[in-house]
C-alpha cells in the first residue's frame, strides 16, 4: 500500500468518484462529520478555516459518518441542506463513509493506519492533516476545534513546506 492517500477513490455527496490524487499539490484536511452531535457546532470553525486558508491551498473535505451514536442519520442531500443553511458551508463534502468497523472505507483505514498514533478514530468531527504529497501528518481528536492554535499552526505549517 502507498504511504499517500493519492490512490484513495472517494465520491462525492453528488456520487461523482473523485481520486484524492486530484488534489495534488494541496493540503487537506479530512474530517467525519455529523449533524446531530454535540461538536456539530464544529462546521462554523470548518468553514472559518476553508475562508481563510482556500486561497493559500487548503482544502478541507468532510465525509459524513453514522457510526457514531447514529448522529447523521440523512440522506446526502439532507445533509447538505443542513449544512448550507446551518453554517454556510462551501468547502467539499462527500458521501457517507464507515470510519471504523468492518465496513470502515478505504481512506480511514489508511488514516489511521498512516502516522505513529495509530487507533481507531473514536468520534465524529476528528481532524486529519495531510500534506502536499499526500501522506498523512497528523490527527486531531474531536476535542481540538478547528480554529485551536494546535490545529491552526500545523495547517500554517504545511502551507509553508
Known amino acids: 500500500m502507498s504511504n499517500t492517500v493519492t490512490d484513495i477513490a472517494v465520491k462525492t455527496i453528488d456520487g461523482i468518484e473523485k481520486h484524492l490524487g486530484d488534489y495534488a499539490g494541496n493540503i487537506l484536511l479530512i474530517v467525519n462529520v455529523a449533524s446531530y452531535c454535540g461538536y456539530t457546532p464544529q462546521y462554523k470553525g470548518l468553514e472559518e478555516l476553508n475562508r481563510r486558508y482556500r486561497d493559500a491551498g487548503l482544502r478541507i473535505l468532510g465525509f459524513p459518518c453514522n457510526d457514531f451514536g447514529a448522529q447523521e442519520p440523512n440522506s446526502n442531500e ?3 441542506q443542513f449544512c448550507t443553511r446551518n453554517y454556510g458551508i462551501s468547502f467539499e463534502m462527500f458521501d457517507k463513509v ?26 465524529n468531527f476528528e481532524k486529519f492533516l495531510v500534506n502536499k504529497n499526500g501522506e498523512v501528518v497528523a490527527w486531531f481528536k474531536s476535542s481540538i ?12 505549517r504545511e502551507l509553508a513546506a
Open 78 to 80: 439532507e445533509i447538505m
Open 145 to 156: 476545534s478547528p480554529t485551536s492554535p494546535e490545529l491552526v499552526e500545523a495547517i500554517e
Open 98 to 123: 464507515h470510519a471504523k468497523g468492518l465496513q470502515q472505507h478505504p481512506l480511514y483505514t489508511h488514516l489511521t493506519t498512516a502516522i505513529e498514533s495509530t487507533g481507531t478514530v473514536a468520534w
